[in-house]
């Protein structure tokens, strides 16, 4: 950890810098994934398609930035690079080969929801390990996150 005047005990900084970190990697995977959608997509409602999942892909990547910065202000170190979130992510691997807009829809949703599961529960385990402004944080990236898997969902065919 690095020096701060931060006033949290530093157990709580390191817990709270291990849970941003996990879920770094997963936004990285994540954006990185609506990117393949973005890149990939065909069919019907292209368009709307292709510029969905590219504003998608820049609200995860402010998720990234803000989890990051998080971790860095309370003294410790952001693990941003390709190599741990492929190593870390918790996302299930995108798949590759689909363009089709309902597949992109459906794995681009199922990301989103996996994401969002785990920054609620995140944010639960900060409370409880007493760093509220890091809970804070994450549920305020559960309501981005949420809002996103809205607008992605709403793409798709009604059932």
Known sequence: MQHTHNTLAELIREQSVEVLNKNLAAAIDLHSQVKQAHWNVRGPGFIAAHDLFDRVAGVVEDVSDKLAERAGGL?????????VAVAQSFLVPYPHGIADTAAHIFAVAGSLAAFGQSVRAAAVQSTVFGDVDTADL???????????LWFVEAHALPK
């Open 75 to 83: 003294g410790g170190t952001a693990h941003g690079t390709i190599q």
């Open 138 to 148: 994450f549920t305020e990236i559960s309501r981005a996150v949420d809002q996103q």
